[in-house]
């Protein structure tokens, strides 16, 4: 997208963490000309950064990704802005790893809910935005987790599988409409990597990718805003495989 382009209102789910920052200062670079729109739930530490660095064009928006009354209200704010809401990036998401056997009810419904009812829930407030102005850019980010799930994330994998279907059928019904719809599955992110992994298993898991290295924030930043690009106009439908060449 060229500096030149109309100006576009861009939402970002999860914007606070390591991927969500990375992603709000992709769009701020390289479109001078949109609103970008950090949603969070909690910490603002990073979001607070861009907005110093981006007076009037970054905003914080506070969003429960699990509320349909909270994306209501939210898109209700960016338009009060001018802009039309013209893409949306699914990026929050939470993990509470156990082993099927001992996870509890509670476990499994709370990550189905951060990482599955919030696409639903976000991907249904935009399209009726997009649908009205006949364009949109919807980017899912989901994980290699749904491609290849590991022991201990049967509800984390089972999430982000059911986003990946999701993607899929969501494109067939908006594509006519000027509407993509994307996604992402990114293996290992350097800065996001699970929290309480000692030495031995970062080493290990970065000897597992035949690169040698895990993601960087940025990498996947620029995956997102070419998906959001003009230039991917004819690509919806699609899971973007980034691990590195792991599966």
């Not at 064009?57 to 909270?70: D, I, Q």
């Not at 802009?83 to 509890?104: F, K, Q, R």
């Not at 930043?221 to 690509?235: C, G, Q, R």
Request: glycine share 8%; charged share 15%; hydrophobic share 50%.
């Amino acid at each position: 997208m060229s500096s030149t382009a109309a100006a576009r209102s861009i939402l970002i789910t999860g914007a606070n963490g390591v991927l969500g920052h990375a992603i709000a200062r992709m769009f701020l670079d390289r479109e001078p000309g949109s609103l970008v729109f950090m949603g969070t739930r909690a910490g603002r530490d990073r979001v607070d950064t861009l907005l110093a660095e981006h007076p009037g064009r970054a905003f914080a928006l506070p969003l429960e990704v699990t509320s349909a009354e909270a994306w209501s209200q939210a898109l209700s704010q960016i338009e009060r802005h001018g802009a039309p809401l013209a893409v949306l990036v699914n990026n929050a998401g939470l993990h509470d790893d156990a082993l099927l056997a001992t996870m509890s009810t509670d476990q499994w419904n709370h990550v189905i809910a951060g990482n599955l009812n919030s696409v639903f829930l976000g991907c249904q407030a935009a399209v009726n935005v997009m649908m009205r102005n006949r364009f949109g850019r919807i980017v899912n980010i989901a994980s290699l987790s749904a491609l290849h799930g590991p022991a201990g994330q049967t509800n984390y994998a089972a999430a982000k599988a059911g986003v990946l279907g999701l993607t899929q059928s969501l494109a067939k019904e908006t594509a006519r409409m000027g509407i993509t719809v994307n996604a992402i599955a990114p293996a290992h992110i350097e800065g996001a990597l699970p929290a309480g992994w000692t030495e031995e298993q970062v080493k290990a898991a970065r000897l597992q990718t035949p690169m040698r290295r895990f993601a960087r924030p940025e990498e996947i930043a620029a995956a997102v805003f070419f998906l959001a690009s003009a230039d991917a106009s004819y690509i919806t439908g699609a899971t973007l495989k980034m691990d590195g060449g792991l599966v």
